[in-house]
């Protein structure tokens, strides 16, 4: 059973960094690419970015909203996917998903989402 | 970026009813539409795929269709699990960008 979970989440002042983990398991990690949305509360899905399998070269791509500040990792020898959060803003309150991207028809889906981790940007 | 537009934003309907969702991208995007169901404090769930597949586990009551700017989900039989808010994500092009969400409620 394919399996992703989140964790890493929590409050944080804004301006200060906090990174995301997100383990794989029940697939081989390596072969897919792991993409990170996020939902800020009572509001609809958002995009924040993905990182391509290393067979792709391993490259990522960002929302607008993060460019410059998030980065997106992957460590395939332990399953993990990490989005690195720096100079956060109150608006970056939301919930994280991880979700992996399967290439089919020559663009990507997400068939497979974790449940999410509360990240809250309050001073 | 490619603009989503989903309607409607809501909808009330019963069990065994036929609902549609719409959604219209504000430039062609060929057949690269997902659509997800999510239900409160939970994950997004994939249902389709580019454009009209979906994966197993997925009831054949859901359907989507479409190509270019103008993509349909169709549920063909409501369900009392399918209360829930669907979104149409396009896959075309980065920013990869979703619509307003269609909440379906209980009529």
């Known amino acids: 059973e394919v399996q992703l979970v989140e964790s890493g989440g929590g409050l944080v002042q804004p301006g200060r960094s906090l990174r995301l983990s997100c383990i794989g398991s029940g697939f081989t990690f390596g072969d897919y690419a792991l993409s990170w949305f996020r939902q800020a509360p009572g509001k609809g899905l958002e995009w924040v970015g993905f990182i391509r399998s290393k067979a792709d070269g391993e490259t990522t791509e960002y929302a607008a909203s993060g460019k410059g500040t998030f980065i997106i990792s992957r460590d395939d020898s332990k399953g993990i996917v990490y989005l690195q959060m720096n100079s956060l803003k109150t608006e970056d309150t939301a919930v994280y998903f991880c979700?992996?991207?399967?290439?089919?028809?020559?663009?990507?889906?997400?068939?497979?989402w974790g449940q999410g981790t509360l990240v809250t940007v309050s001073s | 970026d490619i603009q989503m537009t989903q309607s409607p934003s809501s909808l009330s309907a019963s069990v065994g009813d036929r609902v549609t969702i719409t959604c219209r991208a504000s430039q062609s995007i060929d057949i690269y539409v997902n659509w997800y169901q999510q239900k409160p404090g939970k994950a997004p769930n994939l249902l389709i795929y580019?454009?009209?597949s979906f994966p197993s586990g997925v009831p054949s009551r859901f359907r989507g269709s479409g190509s270019g700017t103008d993509f349909t989900l169709t549920i063909s039989s409501l369900q009392p699990e399918d209360f829930a808010t669907y979104y149409c994500q396009q896959s075309y092009i980065t920013p990869l960008t979703f619509g307003g969400g269609t909440k379906v409620e209980i009529k």
């Open positions: 979700s992996r991207g399967v290439w089919g028809s020559y663009r990507y889906f997400f068939d497979n």
């Open positions: 580019p454009a009209s």
